[in-house]
Every structure is written in C-alpha cells, then in structure tokens.
C-alpha cells in the first residue's frame, strides 16, 4: 500500500518533494526525475527552486522525462506541454534543456496521420528512459476520475508510452487552455502508460481539493482496477500520496495515515 501523507496545503506537500529531491539530487547528481504538468506540481517545483537556490544545488547533470504531450501542437505553442515543461520546471530549476524530454520532442506538430513518425513514439520514449537508467522520482497529479498522465479510465495497468484518444471531457476541461474553443484542443496525444510510471523507482502524487476526494478514495482504498488507473500505486513498492484534508475527507483510515506519518523514523523521509 501507498504511504499517505495528510498536509495542511499545497506548500508543505511542495516542502515534502523538495526535500525528498533535493537529498537524490545530493546523491545521485545525474538523477533522473519523472515530470508532470498541471496545477498540482506547481508548489512542489516552486519548493525545488527554493531548495536549489538556498543550497547552491547543482542541478547541471539533472536529467528529466515528461509525462504526456498532446499531438499535433508545435513545440513552440504556448499550450505543447514542451512549452509548459520548460516553463515552470526547467526555466525555474535551471536544469540543461537538452536533458529534459517530453514524449513528443521527435514529433513538433506532426499531424496523427503521420504514421512513420508518430507510431513509433512511444516506444522510442520508453527506451530512452531505460537508456537513462530509469526514472528516481516520478510526480503525479490526478484527474478527478482517476487518471494519470493521459491513462483515461479503462487504461491498461500494464501499457507503455502510445498514442491515446483523450476523452470529450478531458477535451472540455483543458478548453480554458485554448481560448474556451473545444475544437482548438488536440483530439490524441502521447502519454506514458501506468506500465511505464511503474517502473520509476519512487511515485509521488500530488491531490488536493474537494474534487479530488473521490478519485483518492479509489486510488488509496478502493479495489486496483483500469477504471481507476491511479489505483494501481497500490502495487507499487515505493509510493507517497500526499493529500490535504479536503482530497483526504472520504479516506476511512485517516487516523492510521497520520499516526503512522507521525510516528515515522525522521531518516525515512518520504
């Protein structure tokens, strides 16, 4: 079972990450760390640049793998997650642009029905991510049905890095992204599988929120299943859920989460 670490905010979560990073980084100077966009990351990359600048950390060899990119964007479109990657985790970090990979830098808007360049893409992605030694610490965030990474509902538990249809709704809630305009949205993307996210040594996921207490509760108590893809951080041997108390409200062992987290040895960390 995942650890589950219930904070006051979004800014302790970050402070936990952080540090968790921060002591790899010190480790491992070459480590190699599992990227995500969205909201949740935000504070944790925020905390991460504070820990670099104040320590002088250096982060010169850091290497980096992003979750997902839609396809059919350039890289340069302000919305590409190549874009957003390199504007709130590398820019902020100061990490080497040429060490930070998004899964689809070999496609730069190429159209889906470029078959000789997109379907091969996911399984270039997941080489290149063996080919770095695998991946230290993987963020997460979570859709409110579930979803890591573009893993949709009913997502297989053991898929790699393809191309997926996303989802009507996700299309209708990333729309705020493009202007409102649904039809701006990319229609497919590429995206990790959960088979992939597995295989990173240490999953950290991120939630908060009233919204996300359902997707938690599945994800944390509820049975492993593909209709909740997170579940699968269950079976995982090294995996930190940390939720405030709004995304914690429908846990039924929230006493047991906090009296192990508060009874932990300090050398654990997280």
């Not at 600048?53 to 850091?62: A, I």
């Not at 405030?244 to 050398?267: G, Q, T, V």
């Amino acid at each position: 079972m995942a650890e589950i670490i219930i904070v006051r905010d979004e800014e302790e979560a970050g402070r936990l990450y952080a540090t968790c990073v921060a002591k790899l980084i010190r480790r491992k100077p070459d480590a190699v760390l599992g990227l995500a966009t969205g909201s949740s990351p935000l504070a944790a990359y925020r905390a991460l640049a504070g820990e670099i600048g104040k320590d002088g950390l250096d982060v010169s060899r850091v290497r980096g793998f992003a979750l997902d990119e839609y396809i059919g964007l350039p890289l340069d479109h302000p919305e590409s997650y190549h874009s957003t990657i390199h504007r709130t985790v590398v820019g902020p970090l100061g990490l080497d642009p040429a060490l930070v990979h998004v899964p689809g830098d070999a496609l730069d808007g190429a159209p889906l029905s470029d078959e000789a360049l997109v379907a091969p893409a996911g399984a270039a992605y997941d080489a290149a991510i063996e080919a770095a030694g695998g991946i230290d610490v993987q963020i997460l965030g979570i859709g409110t049905d579930g979803h890591v990474g573009f893993n949709e509902p009913g997502s297989s538990l053991a898929s790699g890095t393809r191309v997926k249809t996303l989802a009507e709704q996700t299309r209708l809630d990333n729309a705020r992204f493009f202007d409102d305009d649904v039809d701006k949205v990319p229609t497919h993307c590429i995206t990790q599988g959960i088979g992939t996210i597995m295989k990173a040594r240490h999953l950290v996921l991120l939630a908060f929120g009233a919204g996300k207490a359902e997707a938690i509760e599945e994800t944390v108590e509820g049975g492993v299943s593909s209709f909740c893809p997170a579940s699968a951080l269950q079976l995982h041997p090294h995996a930190t859920v940390i939720v405030d108390e709004a995304a914690a409200s429908r846990l039924r062992h929230k006493d047991y989460y906090r009296y192990a987290y508060d009874h932990k040895p300090a050398w654990q960390g997280i």
